[in-house]
């Protein structure tokens, strides 16, 4: 089955830095890229996801990237906020009615 | 229009006894996933429902149950609850028959004593 790794764990950042997260998959067959935010004691939330039809997708501060070659897909937040500051899980799923695997997550810290 | 709702919002059980965990997903919505949220596991799938058949299936004893009614709400259910199965129980439903797209309830924390 897929196997998601994702990096760091933890990421602590000063408010205004970038912050970037990156997730490797396993199965080449994957096409669905989700990345959710959750923040303390609230839902994950869908914040982009990329097919991988594309190699990258931006909505305002943030961006994904993807290379299918390398079996990695990016997330970079730009111009950090304390706000920002949440668990962020990425997930790869071969789309339709295949589940996501979701990766364990990273605590990102932005420190005003 | 309203988000996915799961009830109860906190449940505290003893070992052996059963629970019964209720999601609504989004009006519309076909597809009812579940979760289990741990520290140590993050979220790890349980099953997936769509127009009320189980499509896919965890990893999961079992111990761990659902099912899915004719207006798309879903219900799981564990028996004989073990200490380790205290955790925060998400759903998620999706539009489409797709479960790309999920959009997540606010959770169910379990907790076994």
């Known amino acids: 089955g897929e196997n998601v790794e994702q990096h760091p764990s933890t990421l602590s950042v000063q408010e205004g830095d970038s912050a970037v997260i990156k997730c490797t998959y396993s199965d080449s067959a994957s096409n669905y890229f989700p990345w959710y935010k959750q923040e303390l004691g609230k839902r994950p939330q869908l914040i982009i996801d990329i097919r991988s039809n594309v190699g990258e997708k931006k909505d305002q501060r943030i961006a994904v990237t993807l290379n299918k070659t390398a079996k990695h897909f990016s997330l970079h937040i730009t111009e950090t906020q304390p706000e920002d500051s949440a668990v962020y899980f990425c997930?790869?799923?071969?789309?339709?009615?295949?589940?996501?695997?979701f990766g364990r997550g990273t605590s990102l810290i932005v420190h005003p | 229009k309203a988000g996915v709702t799961q009830t109860p919002r906190y449940l505290i059980k003893t070992r052996g006894q059963q629970v019964t965990l209720s999601c609504s997903p989004i009006s519309g919505h076909r597809s009812v996933s579940w979760y289990q949220q741990t520290p140590g596991q993050g979220l790890q799938f349980l099953f997936e429902?769509?127009?009320?058949?189980?499509?896919n299936k965890g990893n999961f004893p079992g111990r761990f149950s659902g099912r899915q009614f004719s207006n798309s709400r879903s219900e799981m259910n564990v028996s004989t609850l073990e200490l380790g199965d205290s955790a925060l129980y998400l759903c998620?439903?999706?539009?489409?028959?797709?479960?790309?797209?999920?959009?997540f309830g606010p959770g169910t924390r379990l907790t076994v004593l």
């Open positions: 429902y769509f127009s009320e058949t189980q499509r």
């Open positions: 998620a439903s999706s539009r489409l028959e797709s479960v790309d797209e999920q959009f």
């Open positions: 997930a790869a799923s071969k789309g339709g009615s295949y589940i996501p695997t």
